[in-house]
């Protein structure tokens, strides 16, 4: 099992939840993050005052996949958030050592599969 970090513009979400979920790969979280790259900040007025803001909204994305499904989540990201702009993102893969169901105590790569009862 893998667990996959992407980091993505936010106008990227809703087009990789979309194929993800058509690929049988629906479950992910998503937070709001900031972060600074190798973009330049940008300079904003607010009342009267100047400030230079180094850190850029993203968003983060985590998916655990089971380890032959990497390659296809990797390619979707990739595909739907590449402008060819600074500031794309970024994609991390983290090998999982245990996976834990907390409501029925399952352990292990059954964790990633979804219930129907999991859908209410």
Do not use: N
């Not at 513009?9 to 600074?36: F, N």
């Not at 985590?62 to 600074?86: F, K, N, Q, W, Y």
């Not at 029925?104 to 009862?117: A, K």
């Amino acid at each position: 099992m893998k667990k996959i970090e992407a980091f993505i513009r936010h106008e990227s979400l809703e087009a990789i939840h979309d194929r993800l979920a058509e690929m049988g790969l629906p479950s992910m979280s998503v937070s709001e993050a900031k972060g600074s790259g190798r973009q330049k900040g940008f300079t904003e007025s607010y009342r009267g005052s100047k400030t230079t803001i180094f850190l850029r909204p993203k968003l983060k994305l985590e998916i655990a996949v089971d380890d032959g499904d990497v390659d296809r989540v990797i390619d979707t990201v990739l595909e739907l958030s590449h402008t060819g702009e600074p500031g794309d993102g970024k994609i991390f893969v983290y090998d999982i050592e245990e996976a834990i169901r907390v409501r029925t105590g399952e352990r292990g790569p059954v964790v990633l599969e979804s219930h129907p009862e999991d859908a209410a």
